[in-house]
């Protein structure tokens, strides 16, 4: 027996619940034991990084980039950051208002460090990704859950935020969306920014979905007035170039929060491999070509599940305006989004998230990632709806 006791901050973590990846899990012990498993749980390429990404983390590491790096991140990066996000948003950005880290999920978890203090109260908008209770209470704060429904595409209205943002911190939204897909529109932000300059909120926006839209248009919370000296924007590489595993991203913020956020980093990572640095900065160097290229498969396989879908009628699928996923709504089966996912897994061995994975307001819904070849996924998203209506109530 260990004589180590756990602290009350790692034991509370999952506040005495899951951390939702039990079906992935268990998906994974399946195929290690030899069973041909499905995966359309994780939002992961089904292909690799482009080759001139790879070269270029070679000839870095080779030519020395092998050293301690700033703090903040590499000045050519964090220019290069800074440009590509002024592009893609319209708001003045300099290297100054930008801090490298190693990937979004670090970004999330230092900006909370950064912006609220232990006890502090940190909103999140519910269905959220899988991570976003724990990195609130690892960084101390208590999460507050602000509910969307189906009928409001899962956006927040104004109103489910004004319910519960009384005497909170930090507001942490996520557009465009994992797991539902939904892009805000300029009526939710402003309600968002609204709420936000009446409660004295910090906001943090999780935009690293922000190359996949397939139904309108990003747009960032910085670019509204009196928003950008209250916003934190966290992003990567991970999803729009294909570079999951480089855990190379980035934090844009106000100059002086930025710069001391410095003093986190040395305290957690001591800076970013360069390497890896000089592999993003080559990405993003490539320019919209290569961010488009590497979205086409996940654009062409939503019309294919849309397509599919439209055959049937026991699913009703969460209309997807971006991201690299489809929501589908099985309450007509009878069962939850748990039950059906985990009786999918036994039955066709394909596995896919439960929607309680992502908050209460998604329950009765699985999140199908678009990660497999357009044959495979198909194939995969036919069966499950065949299963589906094996399942359906008379």
């Known amino acids: 027996m260990t004589k180590i006791t756990l602290s009350r901050r790692l034991a509370g973590l999952n506040a005495g619940g899951t951390d939702g990846w039990e079906v992935h899990a268990r998906a994974t012990q399946m195929a290690r034991a030899g069973r041909q498993v499905t995966f359309l749980t994780v939002g992961e390429h089904d292909s690799p990084p482009p080759d001139r990404i790879l070269d270029a983390m070679d000839h870095a590491a080779r030519q020395g980039h092998t050293r301690y790096t700033p703090m903040l991140g590499q000045p050519e990066l964090r220019a290069a950051v800074a440009t590509h996000v002024a592009d893609k948003t319209g708001v003045p950005t300099g290297p100054e208002n930008v801090l490298i880290v190693p990937g979004a999920q670090a970004g999330l978890f230092t900006a909370h460090l950064a912006l609220a203090d232990p006890g502090d109260t940190g909103l999140i908008v519910d269905p959220y990704y899988a991570t976003y209770p724990g990195t609130l209470r690892a960084a101390g704060l208590i ?9 409001s595409d899962f956006m927040p209205t104004r109103a489910n935020l004004e319910a519960r943002a009384a005497g909170a911190r930090t507001l942490l939204i996520n557009t465009p969306n994992n797991p539902t897909g939904a892009v805000y529109d300029a009526k939710t932000l402003d309600g968002i920014a609204e709420v936000v300059c009446d409660h004295d909120l910090a906001l943090i926006s999780d935009e690293v979905y922000a190359a996949q839209v397939w139904d309108g248009a990003h747009l960032s919370p910085r670019a509204i007035p009196g928003l950008a000296e209250r916003t934190l924007v966290v992003g990567s590489l991970s999803k729009s170039h294909a570079m999951t595993g480089f855990r190379a991203g980035w934090v844009v913020g106000p100059e002086p929060v930025i710069t001391a956020m410095a003093d986190i980093m040395i305290n957690m ?10 592999a993003a900065l080559h990405a993003l160097a490539q320019g919209a070509a290569m961010e488009t290229a590497i979205a086409a498969p996940f654009q062409r396989r939503r019309a294919l599940a849309l397509e599919i879908l439209s055959r049937q009628q026991v699913i009703r699928v969460v209309q997807p305006r971006g991201a690299m996923y489809v929501m589908l709504d099985i309450r007509a ?3 939850t989004g748990v039950a059906f996912a985990e009786a999918l897994l036994e039955a066709e061995a394909i596995a896919v998230m439960p929607g309680e994975s992502f908050g209460r307001a998604a329950a009765g819904h699985v999140r199908v990632a678009l990660s497999v070849d357009d044959a495979t996924f198909a194939d995969a998203l036919t069966r499950l709806i065949a299963f589906a209506e094996t399942c359906a109530l008379p």
């Open 269 to 278: 990572t001591y800076g970013i491999a360069g390497f890896v640095q000089q």
């Open 143 to 151: 999460p507050r859950i602000v509910e969307t429904t189906a009928a």
């Open 333 to 335: 089966t009878g069962l």
